[in-house]
């Protein structure tokens, strides 16, 4: 009840829908312009869409990593720069890029997925000294693993989708808690958030503070995701065959269900 009154005092906006691609600049601006167009002014700008990867470096075509840098980086970065003029003339607004722990610390087969988020922290860091000024404020989040369809959706060394839900994203947080601690950080005017677990927040300072021992534990992570389990031997012709470990389909089971042992991938 209280509730109920509380909402009908304030003045809010009748939920309207725009949708587009983000690797489309075109769409972005005329996105953002239709959108200041319904409303007249954005307050709080929360750039969330994104897709992740999963795959070797040698084997990635260079279009999925300009794919996954499209969608995550330039993407935002075209859509905040569209509605940063009237945020500036109005003297208000707020700007949220959700990141991710991977735009802090790089774990192997992640590149292109790392890297568009390590430019995201980088780009609205630079935001946030830059429109300090306009009295606009930006907040980067960067969650661990969360329940969504991250994994199904991720895109695979050669273009095509990953289809698997991850073992770490079906055990990761909920949505509509994630929602919830944004909204409060937004509430607070926070300029960087972590939601993500003990390890992965401790990786975090690891990853600064003694990078020789973070960059061997990403070492041997990358050894263990790879490490094949089991072995098959086929004739005729005499071949030998492993199936690759579990831990590594998780990491990329676009990768053959079989391959040849000798020589082993790298
Ligand atoms: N899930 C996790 O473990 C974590 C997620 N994150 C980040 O959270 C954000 C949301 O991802 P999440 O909900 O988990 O993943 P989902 O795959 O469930 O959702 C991704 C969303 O992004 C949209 N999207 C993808 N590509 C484009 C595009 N080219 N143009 C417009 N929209 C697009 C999708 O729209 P559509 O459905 O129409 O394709 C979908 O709504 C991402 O930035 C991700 O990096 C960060 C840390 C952990
Ligand atoms: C002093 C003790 C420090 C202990 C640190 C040990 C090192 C632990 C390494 C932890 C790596 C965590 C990786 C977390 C990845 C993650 O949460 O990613 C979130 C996402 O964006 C999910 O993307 P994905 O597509 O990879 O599912």
Known sequence: MRLASVLAQVQTHKPYTVTFDLTDPGAIVGA????????GYVDVLINNAGISYRGTI?????????RVMETNYFGPVALTKALL????????????????????????????????????????DCLRAEVERHDIEVTVVSPGYIQTSL?????????????VMDETTAQGRSPSQVARDVLAAVGKKKKDVV???????????????APRLFFSLMASRARKERKPKRC????????????????FCSAAPRWPQ???????HP
Not at 59 to 65: I, K
Not at 89 to 101: K, L, P, T, Y
């Open 85 to 124: 003029p009237s945020m500036i003339r109005r003297r208000q607004g707020h700007v949220v890029a959700i990141s991710s722990i991977q735009g802090k610390i790089s774990v192997p087969f992640r590149s292109a997925y790392a890297a568009s988020k390590h430019a995201t922290q980088a780009f609205f």
């Open 151 to 163: 994994s199904l959706n991720a895109v695979t060394a050669d273009g095509s989708k990953y289809g």
């Open 32 to 39: 953002a312009a239709e959108i200041l167009q319904c409303f």
């Open 258 to 264: 079989l391959v040849r042992l000798q020589p082993p």
């Open 195 to 209: 939601l993500a677990d003990v390890a992965p927040s401790l990786a975090v300072y690891l990853r600064t503070l």
């Open 232 to 247: 098959y031997v086929l004739e005729p012709p005499i071949r030998t065959w492993l199936v690759s470990g579990d831990s």
């Open 58 to 66: 040698v084997d990635t075509s260079l279009d999925v990593d300009r």
